[in-house]
């Protein structure tokens, strides 16, 4: 079958077999639900050898796939909607859907189970009043070993998509900041790990200090007196440099 027979003939979700209820039953549905299963996963990787992202077929004409334009994808026999790696996973998740058929994504996460090592979530927020639903789908989340990621269009979702397919294989150190190598670089990456302290603070103390050793040594009467430097900045910078590296024992 080839990728142009994938396009969608219509946009209604085939999702059969949501009772509707009302939302303020969540949270109860959601205690009933988490005591009964235990989502620590522990089957890491699925059997998977394609550098195509694989389609649950239930997705069949959402308008997201339409949007999923730089990698190939195809229909799969899997459980969660999409599976973008060998350990990787997502659920889709309209609101608007939700709001009708508030039990769904339960049923789908009971349904994931154990599998995958990366489960996410990709809610697609299309209705207005929407914290209430975001706020429970966060607990939700947290209570099942999954990664929530909001989205405002189809076309952020397809992109959200094809970017964890697309990194699959790639090391974290490309997301990683890149700190260049020269002397100011290094200090200012070394400064502002201080709470507060900012590259404009960085410029002010090594015009006013000259060298590092000066700013480590300075005391909080002193820095009070830079630009910018107030007593909670001043004292927190000079603590920084005076308190034990040495983590203290829990009794």
């Known amino acids: 079958m080839s990728d142009s027979e994938y396009l969608f003939e219509d946009i209604d979700f085939e999702f059969l077999g949501d009772n509707k209820r009302p939302y303020s039953q969540i949270s109860e549905s959601n205690e009933k639900f988490n005591s009964k299963v235990n989502f620590i996963p522990i089957q890491k990787k699925i059997n998977y050898g394609t550098n195509r992202v694989?389609?649950?077929?239930?997705?069949?004409?959402?308008?997201?796939?339409?949007?999923?334009?730089?990698?190939?994808?195809?229909?799969?026999?899997?459980?969660?909607?999409?599976?973008?790696?060998?350990?990787?996973?997502?659920?889709?998740?309209?609101?608007?859907?939700?709001?009708?058929?508030?039990?769904?994504?339960?049923?789908?996460?009971?349904?994931?189970?154990?599998?995958?090592?990366?489960?996410?979530?990709?809610?697609?927020?299309?209705?207005?009043?929407?914290?209430?639903?975001?706020?429970?789908?966060?607990?939700?989340?947290?209570?099942?070993?999954?990664?929530?990621?909001?989205?405002?269009?189809?076309?952020?979702?397809?992109?959200?998509?094809?970017?964890?397919?697309?990194?699959?294989?790639?090391?974290?150190?490309?997301?990683?900041?890149?700190?260049d190598n020269d002397y100011y670089s290094k200090l200012t990456d070394f400064l502002t790990q201080v709470k507060s302290v900012n590259k404009t603070d960085v410029l002010t103390l090594i015009s006013n200090y000259g060298t590092v050793k000066r700013i480590v040594q300075a005391t909080p009467t002193s820095l009070v007196s830079c630009s910018g430097f107030g007593d909670q900045k001043a004292n927190r910078l000079a603590a920084a440099f005076r308190e034990p590296f040495i983590s203290r024992k829990k009794e």
């Open 54 to 179: 694989l389609v649950n077929p239930c997705q069949k004409g959402n308008p997201v796939l339409l949007n999923i334009r730089n990698i190939a994808w195809e229909y799969s026999d899997i459980i969660p909607d999409f599976q973008v790696g060998e350990t990787s996973c997502i659920l889709y998740l309209s609101l608007k859907y939700h709001r009708l058929h508030p039990e769904y994504i339960f049923r789908r996460i009971e349904q994931l189970g154990n599998r995958y090592l990366l489960r996410v979530l990709l809610i697609f927020v299309d209705v207005t009043d929407n914290q209430t639903f975001i706020r429970e789908l966060t607990k939700l989340t947290m209570d099942n070993n999954i990664t929530i990621i909001i989205s405002w269009s189809v076309e952020e979702s397809g992109r959200y998509i094809e970017t964890f397919k697309s990194y699959e294989n790639k090391p974290p150190d490309l997301i990683k900041e890149k700190i």
